[in-house]
């Protein structure tokens, strides 16, 4: 029976990571990737207190199907998003891009 | 423990190793190679390694699902994520970044902050998550069976109708939105 405490820790482990990545990354579609890795931590956290708290209960992993559902549609406007920048401007860098600052 | 696990270990256990001890022993090393492609993902320089090494990790947190009474969504994880949302990246990284230029500098100036910040961040949780004593459930065979997947479409039919439609709507008004944001403008 593997303990409650080491599903948390990977999720936080895997929510640093990301963190880590969408802070460091100079291109848009590394953060991006960050993000899903985010977004993964949050579902084996949803599902795990899903396990050991909710019994058959299924609320965590339909939210977690939600979770799922959220990270495709961002992933689909973040990476439509960066093709329409590097057609306009021809750069796939974060710190250049940046007409809409004052 | 759930039924596709639960049959993995009977096929071990004729080999006469103890059950336990393979079920373990596997998630720890599925759950290690998620964390190592993880760090893969914001450490290589080659953005494509890193988007194949975000595909390799989310196949090994789908696995964990598997430890997790989560069978549909291991196979869903699948589904959407490496099939569908890692093949999304692949396209947009053959159609923007340069991919053969392995000079160009992944990381930005941040990186000793960052690290500094993700590093607190982490230890907080770890102490939090070591500190607390998390209820377990009751060592009876009820509780531990978890939902099926009937459960979770009677769910998502009843219940947690209104959010699932609305997860539908944000769905649909992305694959819109991305369609008239990635339309060529004559």
């Known amino acids: ?102 | 423990m759930n039924g596709l696990i639960r049959q993995l270990s009977d096929i071990v256990n004729n080999y006469g190793l103890p059950q336990d001890f393979v079920v373990q022993a596997s998630f720890y090393v599925l759950a290690g190679l998620a964390c190592a492609f993880a760090f893969g993902v914001v450490a290589m320089r080659n953005i494509f390694h890193c988007a194949v090494s975000l595909a390799l990790c989310l196949f090994c947190v789908a696995g964990v699902y598997l430890f997790l009474n989560a069978e549909f969504l291991a196979i869903a994880q699948v589904i959407i994520y490496v099939g569908a949302i890692v093949t999304l990246f692949l396209f947009a990284i053959m159609l923007t970044a340069n991919i053969k230029d392995r000079s160009i500098r992944q990381a930005n100036r941040q990186v000793l902050v960052s690290a500094c910040v993700t590093a607190a961040i982490l230890s907080f949780f770890i102490y939090i998550i070591t500190g607390n004593a998390w209820k377990t459930p009751a060592p009876g065979a009820a509780v531990l069976a978890g939902p099926g997947l009937d459960d979770i479409g009677r769910a998502l039919m009843s219940a947690y109708a209104l959010p699932f439609e609305f997860i539908s709507l944000i769905l649909l008004a992305a694959l819109v939105g991305a369609i008239v944001i990635g339309k060529v403008k004559k």
């Open chain 1, 1 to 102: 029976m593997i303990p409650q405490s080491h599903f948390l820790i990977l999720g936080a482990v895997l929510f640093a990571t990301g963190l880590y990545g969408a802070l460091t990354r100079r291109t848009a579609i590394g953060i991006l990737m960050s993000i899903e890795l985010i977004l993964n931590a949050a579902n084996i956290n949803l599902i795990t207190f899903n396990k050991f708290l909710g019994g058959p209960d299924s609320l965590g992993q339909v939210f977690a199907l939600f979770v799922m559902a959220i990270a495709a549609a961002s992933a689909v406007i973040g990476l439509v998003l960066v093709i329409a920048v590097y057609r306009n401007m021809k750069t796939i860098f974060t710190e250049n891009m940046n007409i809409m600052k004052w």
